[in-house]
């Protein structure tokens, strides 16, 4: 049986992401457990989001990678790209039910991602020459920003900190 995620907008925009045990059983009969969001740098509350590239995607994209991975380190390498790649690409059409329908029920932009499209689009991205290329470089040794000497070496050397007047 294959897991999976399922997400959709409820009322308000409100954002649902959930970890589903099986996408093949019926609705009834699932397991349903929410999915995280893991902060990405010290901006704000993290939030889910998708169907564009940004912040929240990267977000969806971190939380559901390191759910599939068990790994956040190696989430992180792929986050970007499998944000770009797949939850940019998620349907974000706003909720908006008919008078008729349970608005707690009524779920119209409800999209799902299994276990097998979450590999499938991992090996496309670890096979990308773009991807590879910019982990490479990720990879380099950087160097320093500056060549100026630190403050503390200019007053060793008896030079002094401040600007000349002119």
Same mark, same amino acid.
């Given at each position: ?18 970890r589903v ?67 940019? &690409?998620?349907? #974000?059409? $706003? ?9 707690? +029920?009524? =779920? !119209? ?26 982990r490479a ?6 160097? &320093?920003?500056? #060549?100026? $000497? ?9 030079? +002094?900190? =401040? !600007?000349?007047?002119?």
């Amino acid at each position: 049986m294959a897991y999976g995620y399922m997400g959709w907008r409820g009322q308000g925009d409100t954002r649902y992401v959930k970890r589903v045990d099986s996408i093949e059983k019926p609705e009834e009969e699932r397991q349903h457990a929410n999915l995280n969001p893991i902060r990405i740098g010290n901006r704000g509350i993290p939030e889910f989001e998708w169907g564009y590239f940004g912040r929240g995607p990267r977000c969806l994209a971190l939380s559901m990678l390191t759910d599939h991975l068990g790994a956040e380190a190696e989430a992180r390498v792929y986050m970007e790209a499998f944000a770009m790649k797949v939850i940019s &690409a998620l349907p #974000t059409v $706003p909720f908006n039910p008919s008078p008729s329908s349970d608005p707690w +029920t009524a =779920r !119209p932009t409800r999209w799902t991602l299994t276990e097998e499209d979450i590999d499938k689009a991992l090996e496309e991205i670890k096979k990308s020459q773009d991807f590879r290329r910019r982990r490479a470089a990720s990879l380099t040794p950087r160097r &320093a920003a500056t #060549t100026r $000497p630190s403050r503390l070496r200019q007053k060793q050397q008896g030079r +002094t900190t =401040r !600007p000349r007047p002119r």
